[in-house]
């Protein structure tokens, strides 16, 4: 859509690109699906959007309500942009490791935040704000990790736009945060042809996040548990932060200018391009590079960025 | 089949602090039996009471995570890494 009456009506209908000149493979292409096109930078505009106004449509969330919501970044600042329009207060619990740009685009759209401890990482953010909502019952708590209008989002969304922009796809990649975009663009492809395979992409936020006390602070979105993600995923890699920047530098050779998690999941299909023939792989590419020109992803010293890299959340 | 198996920080304090154990196993759950013989405190925390991973955990072998290969039944060889890690959340 080239005209539209509120910027939520651009969130959306993405391009894909070809970008096979990149893969391993000569009898494997990889197409990827630039989510950062949205009008709020990412992917998460999208679940920001349905969200609100599944909230808005069964009373949730009434005019001039505050909306609560833990992220480390993208859902935040979709759901800033979403807020600010619709005329709602927020506020973000944000884990105080995440990219400058990130904390910088949630003021400009008028967030509050509220921070939470780096070390426990997202863990820590999702605590924080399960607290929060249970002190303010009149705070509208979104929930994005529980909330079926999450995975709605890509079911009704992201699934059919890949389908129709490429019906020969064999694979689908994509990032594995709150598992919303694998299990509703999962659900609708295997639904449409149930040969297709689903590869997770993760980072080794395990390791990162350095501050659980045991491992039953351990944690698994609900809207896995509630989609069968288990069942619905074929595999599952950990791309680490030196392959994530190779493959952010990688893409500028054809002219992408991408976010450091669209670097580890063209890794993670580069990985399976390597694995398969006469596949046609479709990547999702959650963000663009703007948000990552503190981290120096592009010009400083590799090994440098890798460190940098390792402290902060990027997915 | 000797493998290292990397420990995330929450478990190291079961382990004599150590990050890194090496263990012997042709299967995954070979070598977990293995590191746990070595370190009992280890055993409730990877491995459930009816023989299952621990819902909070993800073991990946090479960084495959192993619940999508053939779980603890998953063959293992010379020089393989295999990672245990909490589950984190993202987003």
Redesign the interface.
């Known amino acids: 859509m080239a005209r539209s009456d509120s910027v939520l009506g651009l969130i959306g209908n993405t391009p894909m690109v070809d970008v096979s000149a990149l893969s391993p493979n000569p009898s494997a292409r990889i197409l990827l699906k630039l989510e950062g096109q949205n009008p709020g930078g990412s992917v998460k505009d999208r679940i920001a959007l349905s969200m609100i106004e599944t909230a808005e449509k069964d009373g949730t969330l009434s005019p001039g309500q505050t909306v609560l919501e833990p992220s480390s970044g993208n859902t935040g600042i979709g759901l800033a942009m979403v807020c600010r329009v619709k005329g709602y207060p927020l506020k973000i619990v944000l884990p105080e490791n995440v990219s400058v740009e990130r904390r910088q685009l949630l003021e400009i759209f008028g967030a509050e935040i509220i921070q939470s401890p780096g070390s426990e990482g997202s863990n820590g953010a999702v605590r924080m704000a399960q607290r929060l909502a249970e002190e303010h019952a009149d705070w509208a708590f979104l929930y994005q990790y529980g909330n079926p209008a999450n995975p709605r989002a890509h079911y009704e969304g992201t699934g059919p736009e890949i389908w129709r922009d490429c019906p020969d796809i064999t694979h689908f990649v994509a990032g594995l945060g709150t598992s919303g975009t694998l299990m509703g663009v999962g659900r609708f492809l295997k639904e449409k042809r149930d040969s297709i395979q689903l590869w997770a992409v993760e980072p080794p936020a395990g390791e990162i996040v350095d501050g659980l006390r045991s491992l039953d602070d351990g944690y698994i979105p609900p809207i896995f548990i509630d989609s069968g993600g288990a069942e619905l995923l074929d595999r599952k890699v950990i791309i680490r932060p030196l392959e994530s920047i190779e493959w952010v530098r990688k893409l500028i050779d054809v002219g992408i200018f991408a976010g450091i998690s669209t670097g580890a999941c063209m890794a993670g299909a580069a990985r399976c391009a390597e694995q398969v023939d006469d596949a046609v792989i479709v990547a999702l590419s959650p963000d663009g590079g703007w948000k990552y020109l503190s981290t120096g992803a592009w010009t400083d010293p590799i090994d440098e960025v890798v460190e940098r890299a390792k402290r902060i959340i990027y997915f | 089949m000797a493998v290292e198996i990397r420990l995330?920080?929450?478990?190291r304090q079961h382990a004599g602090g150590q990050a890194s154990i090496k263990a012997n196993g042709a299967t995954l759950g070979e070598a977990l039996q293995d590191l746990t013989r070595q370190f009992p405190l280890l055993k409730d925390?990877v491995i459930t009471e009816d023989g299952t991973l621990?819902?909070?955990?993800?073991v990946?072998k090479n960084?495959?995570?192993v619940?999508?290969l053939d779980k603890l039944d998953t063959k293992v060889d010379d020089g393989d890494t295999i990672?245990i890690?909490?589950?984190?959340?993202?987003?």
């Not at chain 2, 621990?54 to 993800?58: G, I």
């Not at chain 2, 890690?85 to 987003?91: E, F, K, Q």
Request: zero cysteines; a negative charge.
């Open positions: 995330p920080t929450v478990l925390q621990h819902k909070f955990v993800n990946y960084d495959e995570d619940r999508y990672s890690l909490p589950a984190v959340a993202g987003g």
